[in-house]
């Protein structure tokens, strides 16, 4: 096996799917929010609860630029401050029902453009796709 090869086709993997995500998610009419405001919506769509940290981690936004847009999206109700049980110095984030309904409008946009895009794939091809993101997801976006 050429590592090297293998490696080239992971980074051009990656920029794809940076591509298509820009492409899938640039016309979701997603209320009154700004892209990145719709990025963390979506970051907290799949991941919530999360720190405030690491939503600034995973957009490579700083502590400062996240904390700001997360107030303006607390002030439209779409995600809201939790504290962790446990510690109560700890806040989590999470969306509000108002979010969670608007994230789940846009990911219904982006499931019709999916469906779109593999209209023509077999059965087969389908499910070798299914264990295709099955084992990047085990081995390489754990």
């Given at each position: 096996?050429?590592?090297?090869?293998?490696?080239?086709?992971?980074?051009?993997?990656?920029?794809?799917?940076?591509?298509?995500?820009?492409?899938m998610t640039k016309d979701v009419q997603a209320e009154d929010v700004?892209?990145?405001?719709?990025?963390?919506?979506?970051?907290?769509?799949?991941?919530?609860?999360?720190?405030?940290?690491?939503?600034?981690?995973?957009?490579?936004?700083?502590?400062?630029?996240?904390?700001?847009?997360?107030?303006?999206?607390?002030?439209?109700?779409?995600?809201?401050?939790?504290?962790?049980?446990?510690?109560?110095?700890?806040?989590?984030?999470?969306?509000?029902?108002?979010?969670?309904?608007?994230?789940?409008?846009?990911?219904?946009?982006?499931?019709?453009?999916?469906?779109?895009?593999?209209?023509?794939?077999?059965?087969?091809?389908?499910?070798?796709?299914?264990?295709?993101?099955?084992?990047?997801?085990?081995?390489?976006?754990?």
């Amino acid at each position: 096996m050429d590592k090297q090869a293998l490696f080239q086709k992971f980074v051009t993997f990656t920029s794809s799917v940076h591509q298509i995500t820009n492409d899938m998610t640039k016309d979701v009419q997603a209320e009154d929010v700004t892209p990145l405001q719709y990025k963390i919506l979506e970051y907290l769509a799949v991941c919530e609860p999360v720190t405030i940290s690491s939503i600034s981690d995973c957009l490579h936004m700083s502590l400062p630029n996240t904390s700001r847009e997360l107030r303006k999206l607390i002030e439209k109700q779409l995600c809201e401050k939790a504290p962790d049980p446990e510690d109560r110095r700890k806040q989590y984030i999470r969306l509000t029902a108002r979010g969670q309904v608007m994230m789940q409008a846009a990911f219904q946009q982006i499931q019709s453009q999916f469906w779109q895009r593999l209209a023509s794939a077999s059965d087969d091809e389908l499910d070798e796709i299914e264990r295709a993101l099955d084992v990047l997801q085990k081995k390489v976006f754990y």
